[in-house]
């Protein structure tokens, strides 16, 4: 699925796991019983089925068709059925396949989804598979799908990556007296910078801070068993938002229930600055072309994020020599290179790709794109996920409402963030 990578990044939940648990009589490890015969070695045969979530369109469904028949040539007798998931409802739909029995040899996961099913025996550990090959892709990646409390494994081939630039409107920068060639290299001058546009009319703060901005400021957030966010480091952070928003950085819709989002702000020229993938640039060109020319990018100043996708294979497969095979053939390099020149804005999960990121936007025909694209790549070695993976939906939702009332004066940044901590982990628990 390539839309909403953000969103995209999401567990199966709680009661997911423990149905899936039921259902297998788990104990929560994982192996494999393949034998390693690779792509092209002559003693692959047979058939398996690949799943993917939401390709299976225009854009894409010839580059699988020719993905599936390169490899169906390289490895007479074998044969690949190529299966779509719509976008919505996949997380139900796996959880109905893994239910039944008939998870996909080969399917595409989220490192959030993988997780789950990894805890219940129902993908392959791929270090017991060829452990060297995995360092083939970005270490960051990798660890996106390796789970310290399920053996230490890893459950899935990075394949497709994405990661955040700065996008700024220079024209509003230039309103502030704000110059793009001292672009802000960390928070404090991030923040020194929303109190100069400020002074000046402009709103360069276009949401609230999360818990990932008090990761990314030295704040511990996650112990590995409960949050820990409600500290002296997290609340001297959150004050400081909560005085630049007083100062007028940020429109006052941020805190409201209809917030669009920073990147629709940013196209409807409410803020100057939104983060966004490389893609962004296609969004300016359908949603408003008339600021292209006013909009240049620079580094994250922060930790870079890792949006990912991912191959894993089904620990019920009958054909696992076949699927593991396949599974690194679609996330070879060449292969993830030619995938990526289709999604245009993301970058291969393989080293060697984002060492040459010229093999993939050569076709780029907006030089924007190209510049985000080169320092999305550059930064592609330090990104990682930057939220804990037990962090749901509804919590991110609570985190949100408590400091939108420390940032509207109604309580303080301590008793926010305390409030916060407390909601966490008791649905943690559950």
Known sequence: MILSRRNALIGLSVATAATLAACTGSNGSSSSSGSGASAGSGELSGEITFQTWSLKNEKFTPYFEALIKDFQDQNPGT????????????????????????????????????????KVSQIVNLKTT???????????????????????????????????????????????????ANAP??????????????????????????????????????????????????????????????????????????????????TQEKVGYTTATGSFVTQLTN????????????????????????????????????????????????????????????????????????????????ELMKKAMDLAAAAMPKAEITKPIGYSDDMQAYVQQQIALALKGDISSKEALEAAQTYCNNNLSE
């Open 79 to 118: 044969t690949i059925n190529w299966i779509d998931q719509p976008g919505e409802g996949y997380e139900e739909k796996v959880l109905q396949q893994a239910n039944s029995g008939e998870l996909p040899d080969v399917i595409n996961l989220p490192e959030g989804f993988a997780y789950k099913l990894a």
């Open 287 to 366: 949603d408003a072309p008339n600021l292209l020319d006013k909009v240049d990018c620079s580094p994250r100043f922060t930790n870079p994020p890792l949006y990912i996708q991912g191959l894993s294979v089904s620990a019920g497969s009958k054909n696992p020599d076949l699927a593991l095979a396949f599974a690194q053939f679609a996330t070879n390099n060449a292969n993830q290179v030619e995938f990526v020149k289709l999604a245009q804005g993301f970058m291969p999960g393989t080293v060697e790709g984002n060492e040459n990121p010229d093999s993939f936007t050569g076709d780029v025909d907006s």
């Open 130 to 180: 060829d452990e060297a090959l995995l360092a083939d892709y970005v270490q960051g990646a990798v660890d996106a799908y390796t789970y310290d409390d399920v053996e230490g494994g890893t459950f899935g081939y990075p394949w497709y990556l994405g990661t955040d630039v700065c996008w700024w409107n220079t024209e509003m920068l230039a309103t502030a007296g704000l110059d793009m």
């Open 185 to 266: 290299t960390d928070l404090d001058s991030y923040l020194e910078w929303c109190k100069t546009a400020a002074a000046k009319g402009i709103h360069l703060q276009a949401k609230m801070p999360t818990i990932t901005d008090l990761k990314d400021y030295g704040a511990d957030i996650f112990d590995g068993e409960k949050f820990t966010f409600a500290n002296d480091k997290a609340a001297e952070l959150l004050d400081k938002f909560v005085e630049i928003y007083k100062l007028g950085a940020a429109p006052a819709e941020i805190l409201n229930d209809n917030y669009t989002g920073d990147a629709a702000m940013f």
